[in-house]
């Protein structure tokens, strides 16, 4: 699923990237410098400066160049950051409108249950205590029972597809349902 494609994870990486690509950069500036124009001997090795006046454009290509690629990335993240931004996957869709379903129907402090693939979004976005369930969970009668016993009230369920041949879908077709939607349902727990 969508869930174990994401690699946010790897973010911690960027600092470091950057911070040696910065070193990179340094080591390359202090290092890799051309000597003052004309023909001049380095350790054995013979070096061809450019004279000054094409030396000032080749800073100014380069500079150009570092611009132009500076601008292309900077394009790059905001198109991909701005799509993601503003579309919501066809199984997320449903999630914000069971958590409103269930904030309507629910007290505050009444413990809730949800399942929403193996993703906790749907337990924030109902603002309830509670757990939130995998459907992939091969004991999912036993982790629904022990949460019954803490106290569990409701049991609310978006993405329906995504319980197709899943262990859950069984102990859930069972209960009671209090309310259903387009692509989810609210269950009660509790008589």
């Known amino acids: 699923g969508k869930f174990f494609e994401l690699r946010y994870y790897l973010l911690i990486l960027v600092p470091v990237c950057a ?58 993240a905001m198109w991909l950051a701005i799509g993601a931004m503003w579309s919501q996957a066809p199984e997320d869709r449903a999630v914000t409108t069971a ?3 269930l904030r309507g129907m629910s ?16 337990l924030y976005y109902c603002d309830r205590p509670g757990w939130a369930l995998s459907v992939n969970d ?22 329906l597809a995504s319980l197709a041949g899943k262990p ?3 102990i859930i077709s069972r209960l009671p349902i209090e309310k259903a939607g387009d692509d989810f349902m609210i269950c009660r727990l509790t008589p």
């Open 168 to 170: 859950a879908a069984r």
């Open 107 to 122: 007290q505050a402090n009444e413990r809730t249950v949800t399942l929403h693939g193996a993703a906790p979004d749907l």
């Open 19 to 76: 911070v040696l690509a910065g070193l990179g950069c340094e080591y390359l500036a202090r290092h890799v410098r051309a000597p003052r124009g004309g023909i001049r001997e380095n350790s054995g090795r013979l070096w061809i400066a450019p004279p000054d006046f094409l030396r000032s454009r080749l800073r100014a290509a380069a500079r150009i160049c570092l611009a132009s690629c500076l601008i292309c990335s900077f394009a790059g």
């Open 138 to 159: 091969p004991r999912f009668e036993e982790t629904l029972a022990s949460c019954r016993r803490q106290g569990a009230r409701w049991l609310v369920v978006a993405d």
């Open 99 to 101: 958590a409103a379903a």
